[in-house]
């Protein structure tokens, strides 16, 4: 058996046997791999506090002719609050389940793994966990090779004032004559246009400085949700957490005018 040593973000953490946890691991030199923590739900494990979803650590790996065992982790500051704020691990998780699903095993990706970090980084410092989701969807999309024409029709090159729709499977704007050609064309103004442009161009510390209205916020949601369903064959488990967090805190909101965290 042959050791190999990574950094690396842990995307997922499933159990095992009676005792073990089976990590996925997100790193830049290995690309994603699968690894067993043996005994690592065992309290007294030296690895049970080191095996949970997003912790980031080097990691000391044993490969397997099946499957590869983790030998040591030596933990690296993480991201605290994506595991004790339960809207921030919800978007999170998010963001952890897109990029396991649209990621091959050992495709090794050193900027995949830059805009793992630097999202969960913006995820677990800053106070609009949807804006920073929004802005991870269309890098994300960027990064794997699916970047939306935002500036003229895809259908016939007409400018992008006179192109209001985005189309999923278009690959980007589209205008009134050429919107049939995508069923799932969604509504794009003006606003949501230049908004997407700046949250694909800028880095995540620059994204607090923009605050768009709650029709263009409503309008991203729903065009980027269109835009990444389109490209993932299953919906998205973490989805319904989002979903769930947020209505509770609308729900709040709306009862006691404040939110309780
Ligand atoms: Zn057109």
Redesign the pocket.
């Known amino acids: 058996m042959s050791l190999f040593r990574c950094e690396g973000i842990i995307l997922r953490v499933r159990d095992f046997g009676e005792a073990d946890r089976i990590l996925t691991i997100l790193s830049p030199d290995e690309g994603k791999f699968e690894a067993v923590a043996r005994g690592a739900r065992r309290t007294r494990s030296r690895h049970s506090g080191s095996t949970q979803q997003f912790s980031r650590g080097q990691f000391l790996v044993f490969r397997g002719r099946n499957i590869d065992t983790l030998s040591q982790v030596e933990m690296l500051p993480g991201f605290p609050s994506l595991t004790t704020v339960l809207e921030k691990m919800a978007y999170a998780s998010y963001v952890a389940e897109l990029i396991d699903r649209m990621t091959g095993e050992r495709e090794r990706s050193e900027s995949l793994f830059s805009l793992a970090l630097a999202t969960f980084r913006a995820l677990d410092e800053g106070s609009d966990p949807a804006m920073v989701t929004r802005a991870f969807e269309i890098k994300f999309m960027s990064e794997m090779g699916f970047q939306p024409e935002l500036e003229r029709?895809v259908?016939?090159?007409?400018p992008e004032a006179a192109?209001p729709w985005l189309g999923p499977g278009a690959g980007g704007l589209?205008?009134a004559?050429?919107r049939t050609r995508d069923v799932n064309a969604v509504a794009f103004s003006p606003a949501a246009r230049e908004t997407a442009k700046r949250l694909l161009a800028w880095d995540y510390r620059r994204i607090p400085a923009l605050s768009p209205g709650s029709g263009t916020r409503a309008e991203l949601d729903r065009a980027f949700r269109a835009y990444v369903d389109h490209r993932v064959e299953r919906r998205l488990r973490s989805l319904d957490f989002i979903e769930e967090i947020t209505s509770i805190g609308g729900r709040q909101e709306g009862e006691s005018g404040s939110r309780e965290d």
């Open positions: 029709c259908g016939c090159g007409a192109a589209l205008c004559k050429c």
